[in-house]
């Protein structure tokens, strides 16, 4: 039975008086404080008297040496020795324990001290390396005042195991990476790892931190040892000038919580997933938190089939031109953003086939990689649903579906037809300013209260559902613009060339039909408010059940269209917005042209 100081307690061993040892000449060990007398080394092991008597101890001494010679030894440290001795995994990996009173896989047992003061490396080192045959391995919590456990050189676990670090959020329960150099990490973790809860910490304060120095990597590279079939269950890093944490080619594993604090630089992500010689995937994220982070918080590369639960990323401070989040993947889904309060903010999205959301970006601007901005491949076919809140969508968009957006600020994109779709549902939209020439876009059961700027021929869609109407403060002054079951409040002209196409919308404000080349098409909609023949040529088209409730119609739009910017075809109609007893009801386009021969239909 292996030798442990809270056997006693439970009686497990013979029940022997507290006073056993005494007269007997002991050498103890430092791993009892330095103590010099079983009193004191009963009080540095926290061990309580147990006033049972040798004769009831089971080994049937009579006296101190006796009782030692029976246990195995005729000193202390024999007696350790005999109840813990070198282990066969021990021996295999070539580490020898300092301390023989502390089971297999006990830092403690390595020489670990944990005061803050004392170099722990190699201790640290010797557990882990015992720890890739297959133990899991702990580290005990001791109270050093906020200083943690110090080394002085890179650690390293080779999986096989796991490793528990005891007490990790109280203070001094973290690795101290101070001593590090740059291009260094506090700690480099691959293969298959059963179980792992670690913190470390670069400096006592980022200020402080060197610059360069990272915090753990789970995985260097397919070709160098990578993480698979892994469960890790916490990782905390802080106070690097470098990278947090990094998971490089991640295979088949689950990560529950990872933390970083205060990390990052120019070059160095916060937070990342990485491709490096194969690509992350089939593994599950989920609580990932990276806090203030300096230049970059979260990078996700093009890992495949995975999923991150939550990503919580708050206080980023970006340089303004690079991104300060990218989300990337290929079938991959990203359930749950939280980034608010991130100053020069810029996140894109970069993901093929991937669901992102619900989602709050507070005051960071949303960016997309398709079209390669900042170097990032393209994607197509991403689902971004329910809650978001961004301040601007911006670059070459395409193949996206958007469902509940909130955009105080402009939404920004640049598509086609030709690239693939790009719709926005259920959302709450500021301004409006498609790029490029021909982008496209559709806005179903959408709520757009501010400005529309096209600057290049833009085509919208916008629809409402038996939801109720689309809500439009103002007439998008898009190239091109398709409306159906769509509310306008405002007074609006339509813009020169603008092809316009409405059924079942209302119109509440003055509505100015006018410059060349535009061309209106109603049917079914209902105008509150005047309708003018605007300046220039424009052509147009009411139907049947075009309705005026409110206001008057210009003498010019009472008749056939005159336009010689726009060219009809035979059998195009027009209806009359104000029939009478005296005036036809519609007139019919019978011979083709610009604008053509039109006849009247026979008066009611």
Known sequence: MPF???NFVNNQLPAVSANWLNGVDVTVNSVLGGAQTVSQAQTALAIPALPVSVANGGTGATTASAALTALGGTTLAAVETAFNPQTAAEIAVGVMPVSFLYPQGNAFRYGFVGNGVTDDTTALQNLFTVCQTGVTGIIPYVNNGGLGYKISAPLTFEGGGGIYMDGVGRSGAWINASLLTSGQWALTVFGVVTEFTIAVQGAASLSAATAGVNGIRFGISA?????QRSFIRYAQAWHFNGSGIAFN???DSQIEQCTALQCGNSTSWSFSVNNVTDTTNNSVFGHIQSEQATNKAVFIDQVIDCCFTTIHSEQAVGDGTNPTHVFGGGNTQYSNFYIPTTSNGLIYLNGSQCIYGPANTGTANLQFANGNPGGYAGSNQVNFWGGVNVTELASNIYGWDFRGLTCPGTLKYQSGLGLGYL??????????????NGS????IDCKITG??????NAVVYVSGSVQGAALLTNFPTTSAAYLDNVSVTNAFTTAFNQQIVATRCTFSGQVTIGNNGANWKSDACTFAADIVLGSGTPGFTFGPRDRVTSGTVSAGLLGPPTSSNVTYVQGDKTWNLQPSSTSAPAWACTT???PGTWTAFPVL
């Open 423 to 436: 719709r926005f549902r259920d959302s709450s939209i500021a301004n409006v300013a498609p790029t490029g």
């Open 4 to 6: 442990n100081p809270q």
């Open 592 to 594: 083709a042209g610009t």
């Open 440 to 443: 496209t876009a559709t806005f």
């Open 451 to 456: 400005s529309w700027t096209d600057t290049g």
């Open 249 to 251: 080619d991640c295979l």
């Open 223 to 227: 070709s160098s040892g990578n993480l």
